[in-house]
């Protein structure tokens, strides 16, 4: 870290884990809520220094004497917070919380007025347009012209007299956004539900009764306990023969953080963030107003692929219109089979749906999601991830001992093939009291040159939310996931990758930093690919008790499954992108009160979806990833980039068909160059084109989805 010579540090800031780590690994075990407040004011005012000396007259607007050190100081200042940030999602206590709110708003307001900073977006300017911008590489170039779209969506040339309120805006959003979280969080971790009967368990798998036992132990309770957790939940969804059992559980978790979540909680508690949702979106539609754009939807397209707010709707419509007749098949397929075979009165209610298609499932192709499970033992899937990672990108993964948040956590180095390494990652792998729901990446530590000419290696981490492993008999079992689970940790892997593999040593658009966000899901989706492939499959699966590989007859059970229920899984993201992109371009901000949101979330349920959405449902208050995850308008373009990574896996398929194997070293070292390497220092679509050499196909994604006709 590069301390300026005008702020010293005292001996106890010396001390302190969030300025220790400078630019190494930080000491995650070290850091306490106390350390917070000290390190970010000190880290602040640093960056408020190097702000100072970037706007200074005397200042040359030239890379190495305004960019370089303007990016030192604030990189310092984003990578304390991230590590901040990162403990609140993984390992959330009320000391730690309140500490974090506390300081979010300084955080906020900082880099909210460095937004805003005319003198500097006018040192920017002045570089741009100097002959020394001639001399910067392609990668610099990319950071100066995304800085200067930055300033004009961050506030700078609005009048001093709007500034202020701009800056209250972001100030706003970030709290609300926070507090959406901790609801759902709060909600998630308040609901327990004890069975102390064993015939309530019947249909469970026995990991999930082990797990639900260790649970119960864990709370001093008797019996067995199930949670909102989704590895604790879902079973019970997909396996309980106990109809009440699945009822209560589904309504318990489609009513988190709404109005509706205390009758569960079996206490008085304020999650609700239907207030919450309005309130966010008041404050987009006023930011993009001040901004001039008609929609915070509109606005949301400045840094993106997609051009227009029309060209995403149809999008997404036209991509419904595919998907309906394919729903339609599914859903009565699944209706006829529970009055047939399951006897169910009244039909399916949601609580059976899971329960029933599973059922359906096993009928149809002569196999269970929990058969398939016990082929998968964690350690021997990320053999199999590291071992495909390995052939295509021509790299090596070692364990590495870096100090962790948790002791289930994993650090492991990525070399090069001359034994050097060039990166570094955690895994974080279960679910657990106090960490976030879902699975992530995020960016740790980017990679870029450093004014000594050194190379600073980019580290990541890599968070999902698997069953933990749990003891059968007394003897701790390995720990088995899902194949939906595999295809998880393949798809944050590729994010991993992204970030991990790039060689741009211009921090801004160095890995996945400064990639179109539309975009930045390609090659997260793309490894997803790979979890289909016997090739691989065959090497990364052992029985959790025989050893044994995944048998091929399995495989192909599985493989014919592959598309089972798929037009109505597509049809369901497809309505979460609509509502989230007609909230943010049509939705009527001025007028809307109560459970607007909701309601306006159903209409677009009854036009689409082929299920109806049950009057209980409040899922959309529990939507993190449009109220707290940054996918604000922007849910689409897991969609849109589906057809860019289906598109550029076909290169493997057809790689295949000349050397037999999906794994093709050669193509795999054409996608490091043209994807991965590059991060954001070129648009997107280049880099599409030039792997693939044309524009991109929607043929191969509704191909692999079975939805071509």
């Known amino acids: 870290m590069t301390i300026s010579t005008s702020l010293k540090l005292?001996?106890?800031?010396?001390?302190?884990?969030?300025?220790?780590?400078?630019?190494?690994?930080?000491?995650?075990?070290?850091?306490?809520?106390?350390?917070?407040?000290p390190a970010i004011e000190f880290l602040l005012e640093q960056a408020q220094h190097a702000v100072d000396h970037a706007v200074n007259p005397t200042t040359p607007a030239k890379w190495n004497d305004l960019v370089e050190p303007l990016e030192d100081a604030t990189e310092s200042l984003s990578r304390s917070w991230g590590v901040i940030s990162h403990l609140n999602s993984v390992t959330d206590t009320p000391e730690l919380r309140t500490a974090y709110g506390e300081m979010m708003p300084k955080v906020t307001a900082f880099f909210s007025s460095l937004g805003q900073n005319l003198a500097l977006y006018q040192k920017f300017k002045d570089l741009n347009q100097s002959n020394a911008f001639s001399t910067l590489n392609l990668a610099q170039k990319k950071v100066i012209e995304n800085s200067l779209r930055d300033f004009r969506l961050g506030g700078a040339e609005l009048s001093d007299s709007q500034k202020p309120r701009f800056s209250e805006i972001q100030d706003e959003q970030a709290l609300l956004g926070k507090a959406f979280s901790d609801h759902v969080l709060d909600a998630t971790d308040g609901f327990v539900h004890v069975l102390q009967d064993i015939s309530d368990l019947a249909g469970l798998p026995e990991d999930a009764i082990a797990a639900a036992a260790d649970l119960a132990t864990q709370k001093n309770l008797q019996g067995w306990a199930f949670t909102l957790h989704f590895p604790s939940y879902y079973p019970v969804m997909q396996y309980s023969e106990n109809r009440e059992l699945r009822q209560l559980m589904y309504q318990a978790y489609v009513t988190r953080s709404s109005e509706l979540a205390s009758q569960y909680a079996k206490a008085k508690v304020d999650w609700d963030n239907t207030q919450n949702m309005l309130d966010q979106l008041r404050l987009r539609n006023e930011e993009a107003r001040m901004l001039g754009f008609s929609s915070y939807a509109d606005l949301s397209l400045a840094p993106k692929m997609?051009?227009?707010v029309e060209e995403v709707d149809l999008f997404l419509t036209n991509f419904a219109i595919k998907a309906k007749p394919f729903a339609q098949k599914d859903w009565q397929e699944l209706c006829d089979f529970a009055t047939a075979e399951l006897g169910l009165p009244n039909g399916l209610e949601p609580w059976d749906i899971p329960f029933a298609a599973e059922c359906l499932k096993q009928a149809r192709y002569s196999f269970s999601e929990n058969e398939l499970k016990q082929y998968f033992p964690l350690p021997k899937v990320l053999d199999g991830l590291f071992g495909v990672i390995q052939t295509l990108f021509d790299v090596k993964i070692d364990?590495?001992?870096?100090?962790?948040w948790h002791a289930d956590v994993q650090s492991f180095s990525v070399k090069d093939c001359q034994d050097q390494i060039v990166a570094y990652?955690?895994?974080?792998?279960?679910?657990?009291?106090?960490?976030?729901?879902g699975a992530w990446m995020d960016d740790a530590r980017g990679r870029r040159e450093l004014p000594n000419g050194e190379i600073q290696i980019p580290v990541a981490y890599l968070v999902c939310n698997f069953a933990p492993p749990v003891k059968v008999d007394g003897v701790l079992r390995q720990p088995t996931i899902t194949h939906d689970d595999v295809i998880t940790l393949f798809h944050e892997s590729g994010h991993g990758l992204?970030?991990?593999?790039?060689?741009?040593?211009?921090?801004g658009v160095s890995g996945i930093n400064g990639v179109e966000w539309d975009a930045v899901e390609l090659p997260s989706q793309f490894m997803e690919n790979f979890c289909w492939e016997w090739e691989v499959l065959e090497k990364m699966t052992a029985h959790v008790e025989t050893g044994k590989t995944l048998p091929r007859e399995l495989f192909d059970k599985m493989l014919a499954a592959k598309n089972y229920q798929n037009g109505l899984a597509t049809l369901r993201q497809i309505v979460m992108s609509l509502t989230d992109w007609r909230l943010h371009s049509s939705f009527d901000t001025e007028g809307a009160k109560g459970q607007a949101v909701l309601d306006a979330s159903r209409v677009i349920a009854d036009q689409y979806n082929i299920i109806p959405q049950p009057e209980i449902s409040r899922w959309i208050n529990s939507f993190s990833h449009i109220f707290a995850g940054g996918y604000a308008a922007g849910y689409y373009s897991y969609k849109w980039a589906e057809v860019l990574s289906a598109d550029v896996y076909a290169a493997f398929e057809e790689a295949?068909?000349?050397?037999?194997?999906?794994?093709?070293?050669?193509?795999?070292?054409?996608?490091?160059?043209?994807i991965l390497e590059v991060g954001g220092s070129r648009p997107a679509a280049e880099s599409f084109k030039s792997f693939r050499g044309r524009e991109p196909s929607i043929d191969a994604l509704l191909r692999h989805g079975g939805l071509a006709t």
């Open 306 to 308: 997609a051009n227009t």
């Open 498 to 507: 992204h970030h991990l593999l790039t060689q741009v040593a211009a921090l």
């Open 425 to 437: 990652f955690y895994l974080d792998p279960y679910a657990r009291p106090g960490k976030r729901g």
């Open 399 to 404: 364990s590495a001992n870096l100090p962790t």
């Open 656 to 674: 295949a068909k000349l050397t037999g194997s999906v794994l093709d070293p050669k193509t795999g070292a054409r996608y490091r160059k043209e």
């Open 10 to 37: 005292s001996t106890e800031l010396q001390k302190n884990p969030l300025i220790s780590f400078g630019r190494g690994i930080a000491t995650y075990p070290d850091v306490r809520p106390s350390d917070i407040a």
